[in-house]
């Protein structure tokens, strides 16, 4: 199989996910199965529904509670771990050509998952494997170990003027 690389979308600008899920996309129309592992969320979003109609491809798992924003970190750490054994099968158990950590990197800076059990997976995922990790505050050594690291930026947001998450845009 053709190798695989590391890519990292991080930043405090808008499309992290939106890029992640783009590539679900494209890997699957070339006939490959994906995984994603979404970190720290838990609600309803259009992505689930797209992605319901591409279930024999395009797996999709959410590893967060529908109000992280009003829980507390350690309330999260369930999910994020069952996560991380969920990635683990999805990188070691050859199903897979994209495994997407949509979100880890925000887990990792909360604490909610060690950031040497994630270095682990990238060290020694299968080479046909391609991951991709997203989220703001992605550390430094995860950084290093990429093949690719895409950082969006924010310039300009609507978000500022009082617009909320519009549905099918970015819910």
Request: aromatic letters at 8%; proline letters at 4%; hydrophobic letters at 40%.
């Amino acid at each position: 199989m053709e190798q695989g690389y590391i890519q990292v979308y991080t930043g405090n600008g808008k499309g992290k996910t939106t890029a992640a899920l783009g590539l679900a996309m494209r890997v699957a129309g070339a006939g490959f199965r994906v995984f994603v592992g979404q970190f720290v969320k838990g609600r309803d979003s259009s992505e689930l529904h797209s992605f319901a109609r591409l279930s024999d491809q395009i797996i999709i798992h959410q590893y967060g509670r529908p109000s992280f924003v009003f829980t507390s970190v350690a309330e999260e750490e369930v999910p994020a771990r069952q996560g991380l054994v969920d990635i683990k099968d999805a990188v070691y158990g050859g199903k897979y050509k994209l495994v997407i950590l949509d979100e880890v990197n925000v887990a990792v800076y909360l604490g909610l998952l060690p950031l040497e059990e994630l270095l682990e997976i990238m060290d020694n995922r299968p080479p046909h494997v391609e991951l991709v990790l997203t989220g703001r505050w992605a550390d430094p050594r995860i950084l290093e170990k990429a093949d690719l690291v895409t950082e969006m930026n924010e310039r300009k947001h609507y978000y500022r003027q009082g617009v909320l998450a519009r549905t099918g845009i970015e819910k």
